[in-house]
């Protein structure tokens, strides 16, 4: 697998672009801003989008989704507690357009010869999720290098996000992590220096 990260939008929210190698399919992971960056990386690398998954219904994380909808066609991948039906805009949540996918805990979204698993991880908000795919982690605003996603808007929880950390921590093995905002960590380095998700573990008293 093949993963590309671009720092997109004014909050420099990472957007993954993870492809198959062998059949060059590829998925836009958090596609938050910048729509022209995202779709020359696909075009000039010709390779051929299959789904939008989204981590998160907050607006940072999906800024260029109209724009990428509308040259690719491709289906949008949301928990449903993400989205909004109220028909009035909300920053922190996916207004529902009609035509989204829903995922949660267990399902499995294929790409070429990649899977793609989704882990229920709320607490930055109600429908977060992680996706799992080989070694990869990509944790949204649940976990970032040595630190988490807040907690304190509309959906969050601090002990709900704790719960969700301790469930990564648990994971077998060791994974890279690629997380919403800023750099790349590994899930052993996060075991041993997040003083977050040591606590979440009971490393930390």
Do not use: W
Request: charged share 25%; proline share 3%.
């Amino acid at each position: 697998m093949l993963i590309k990260t671009l720092p997109v939008g004014m909050l420099e929210t990472n957007c993954y672009i993870a492809t198959d190698e062998d059949t060059k399919k590829c998925v836009i992971i958090d596609p938050g801003g910048d729509s022209t960056v995202i779709l020359d990386y696909v075009e000039s690398n010709k390779l051929t989008p299959v789904a939008v998954l989204l981590t998160h219904g907050h607006y940072d994380h999906h800024q260029a989704l109209d724009a990428i909808i509308e040259e690719t066609g491709v289906p949008v991948y949301i928990h449903e507690d993400e989205v909004d039906r109220s028909g009035q805009p909300k920053l922190h949540m996916l207004s529902d357009t009609g035509n989204l996918s829903f995922y949660a805990e267990g399902a499995e979204i294929d790409v070429g010869n990649l899977s793609f698993k989704v882990i229920e991880t709320p607490g930055h908000s109600l429908g977060s999720v992680t996706l799992i795919c080989e070694d990869a982690l990509f944790t949204g605003d649940t976990l970032f290098r040595g630190s988490i996603g807040r907690t304190d808007l509309e959906g969050g929880s601090e002990d709900v996000i704790m719960k969700s950390l301790k469930r990564l921590a648990e994971l077998e093995g060791d994974y890279e992590v690629y997380p919403g905002h800023a750099e790349s960590s590994t899930l052993s380095y996060e075991r041993s220096f997040n003083g977050y998700m040591r606590y979440a573990t009971g490393d930390l008293e």
